[in-house]
């Protein structure tokens, strides 16, 4: 299990204007587990392989206000295993200075994209693309992309793949927003079908919660 680093990451950012921003940003790890949440977010088209892994939480009274993913490009022939993770990237109110990063068990292939930030508010809900089971000699990818839906009411899409469908969307965080993310994950198939990330969920905190 990840666990928190000492280091800060310092990172530019462009703001709404021509000036620039300096941004931090830390990675939480599973430092804030013990952070009571309200409920759970989950769909119903997630697949089968592998297990939940652990949870990993925004620290008290931030709340997940953007995310990015990993994802592993079309390999024409060889094994395919799209997305492999997701990063949530958690706030503090309306102050982006000062950003924590959770994303528990993530696979090994593929590339972070960019971060996606809602405009305003905080993500609230979330759907998954996910590619049924491909059969006994089919080669499984399993979720290949995300949507968030923001609280100021924009839909965020990730820059995943484009195979299999989109299931309906979870139940939406009734006050608060989302403030953690639990992975299921198979893990390496050591040169057999990799499917990687099958499912997440999302926890969800309200805003008067202290802990």
């Known amino acids: 299990m990840a666990s928190l680093l000492p280091a800060v990451l310092l990172l530019a950012v462009l703001s709404s204007g021509l000036c620039e921003q300096k941004v931090f940003l ?4 599973t430092a804030f587990t013990s952070r009571g949440f309200r409920s759970l977010l989950n769909v119903t088209n997630g697949e089968q392989f592998g297990g939940w892994t652990w949870p990993e939480m925004c620290p008290p009274h931030f709340y997940a206000v953007g995310f990015s993913v990993r994802v592993e ?20 109110d309306e102050d982006r200075s000062f950003l924590y ?20 508010g905080v993500l609230i809900s979330f759907q998954l693309r996910v590619e049924p089971h491909r059969g006994l000699f089919g080669d499984d990818t399993a979720v290949n992309n995300i ?16 195979w299999g469908e ?33 499912n997440v969920r999302f926890h969800c905190c309200d805003r008067y919660q202290q802990k």
């Open 147 to 162: 949507k968030f839906r923001c609280s100021s009411n924009p839909t965020l899409e990730a820059p995943g793949m484009d």
């Open 166 to 198: 989109y299931g309906t969307w979870s139940t939406e965080c009734s006050d608060g927003g989302i403030c953690g993310i639990e992975t299921k994950m198979e893990e390496y198939q050591y040169g057999l079908d990799d499917s990687t990330l099958n």
């Open 73 to 92: 490009s079309n390999q024409y022939g060889s094994d395919d295993t799209a997305m492999n993770g997701i990063r949530l990237i958690c706030s503090k």
């Open 26 to 29: 830390q990675r939480a790890g």
């Open 101 to 120: 990063s959770v994303e528990s068990h993530t696979g090994y292939f593929g590339d972070w994209s960019a971060p996606q930030y809602c405009p305003r």
